[in-house]
């Protein structure tokens, strides 16, 4: 397949579509001048014929009256032709390679006598054409400035996408700048700002696997560390069996952290694997009311109340539903672990300005607003975990399109609020509640 270049497709259509252009124009020209002087010629003759045919009716006619046109290219005769027809008759010929134009003009009609004005057009006919050697002259001249233009155009709307080019070949993983929306025409407004976008959110993703590596190689140094102390202080003497079996059991409980960690990072290996589930068309109303009621066995478990309400009856929309999923239960499992017993957590749904807002509100403690709860190995109050699932809940929600947040609660009671905010558009079904 052919490669196509947007500057060489342009430029060809702008010259071809303005040369077309130009030639019609200039033929438009040519032959409304040649029948605009074809058209007064015409007119002249007819005047000199209506003043022949008036001195005519004054006296007899005779060849001296026929004369009374005085010119080189004119001459004037009187004859009979077996026509009754009262209009003017123009008849145009070529004789010994000269042009010629004929009037018969009515003078008698009981005789069929006519006046003949023949002129020849020889250097009208020169005229016109250097008329017509000057407008293809022109013509030329405006095709070659077409030409010029048209590359020069052409060059100039080619610019910002090179320099677009150029900004995005220069950038790597360590230097992820954005595109300066006022150096760009209004027309790349868009794009610049979808590709500041992109670029924003593989920042992210590189600040986050940074940390992610870090804090795994951390996560698992500091157990290491403790079991190899464990065992040099275990290996100084000998020491009864049951400090034995408490070093053995420190081993283990130290071991089933790392293996909880290592899960958490094989999970975001399998989310990457979601983020490329094909979305399917589903109303996310009823999907999330069962699995809330999925989670209800959890929260029975723990004594907790769960709720569900919503303000939307029906919210159909594309979507990866394994995403939405993860976002979901992490919220809820959340919820449910921090939330003490006989306490209530409400998940709701509503709708503000252009988004569906879903929103998991608990009863908890709370949470640190100074913390950045999203990044990863970072953990919440004294609860065991390995800080991953928050950092997986914004890498889905990044996925899909959306927003999430975890704040406290504003109505003055204990507890936080971990929100998603999924944007509508026109190719979704929204309905309210009645």
């Known amino acids: 397949m052919k490669k196509r270049s947007i500057y060489q497709q342009f430029s060809t259509r702008l010259i071809v579509a303005t040369s077309i252009f130009t030639i019609v124009i200039s033929f438009m020209f040519y032959g409304f001048t040649k029948a605009t002087v074809y058209e007064e010629i015409m007119d002249d003759l007819i ?3 209506k003043i022949i045919n008036k001195a005519s009716l004054k006296t007899v006619t005779s060849n001296e009256r026929l004369k009374l046109i005085l010119e080189d290219d004119i001459t004037v005769d009187l004859v009979i032709i077996n026509q009754s027809n009262t209009e003017p008759i123009f008849h145009q010929f070529n004789k010994n390679k000269n042009h010629y134009i004929e009037l018969y003009y009515p003078f008698d009609l009981s005789s069929n006598s006519f006046f003949k004005i023949t002129k020849n057009l020889n250097k009208t006919d020169e ?3 250097k008329i017509f050697s000057n407008v293809f002259i022109l013509g030329a001249g405006g095709l070659i400035m077409i030409i010029l233009y048209a590359l020069a155009v052409s060059k100039s709307l080619l610019h910002p996408i090179l320099n677009i080019t150029h900004k995005l070949s220069n950038m790597n993983e360590k230097s992820l700048t954005k595109l300066e929306l006022e150096k ?8 610049a700002t979808s590709i500041n976008n992109l670029t924003k959110k593989i920042e992210n993703y590189v600040k986050y696997q940074k940390e992610l590596f870090i804090g795994a190689a951390h996560e698992l140094k500091t157990p290491l560390a403790v079991m190899k102390l464990k065992s040099e202080v275990a290996l100084l003497k000998k020491r009864d069996p049951e400090k034995y079996q408490e070093t053995l059991q420190l081993f283990i409980n130290e071991i089933n952290g790392m293996d909880k960690m290592i899960t958490s990072i094989l999970e975001i290996g399998r989310q990457e694997g979601a983020q490329f589930e094909k979305p399917v068309q589903i109303n996310i109303v009823p999907f999330i009311e069962g ?6 066995l959890l929260a ?6 769960l709720v569900f309400k919503t303000e939307v009856a029906e919210f159909t929309t594309i979507i990866q539903p394994t995403l939405l999923t993860q976002i979901l239960q992490n919220f809820v499992q959340n919820a449910i672990k921090f939330t003490p017993e006989n306490k209530n957590i409400v998940v709701d749904i509503s709708v503000e300005d252009e988004y569906v807002i879903i929103k998991v509100i608990d009863e908890g403690l709370g949470i640190n607003e100074t913390i950045d709860l999203f990044a990863p190995f970072i953990r919440n109050g004294d609860k065991q975990g390995a800080g991953l699932g928050l950092f997986l809940v914004k890498s889905a929600a990044e996925s899909l399109g959306g927003e999430v947040s975890l704040r406290n609660r504003r109505d003055n009671k204990a507890g936080a ?9 026109p190719t979704c079904k929204l309905k309210l509640n009645q």
């Not at 699995?291 to 209800?296: T, V």
């Not at 609020?417 to 558009?425: C, D, E, I, P, Y």
Request: a positive charge.
């Open 47 to 49: 005047e000199k014929a």
């Open 127 to 129: 005229m016109l054409h």
């Open 184 to 191: 760009l025409p209004t027309e790349f407004h868009p794009l």
């Open 291 to 296: 699995k809330i009621n999925n989670y209800k």
């Open 300 to 305: 029975n478990e723990n004594k907790v109340n």
């Open 417 to 425: 609020v971990a929100t998603l905010k999924l944007h509508t558009n």
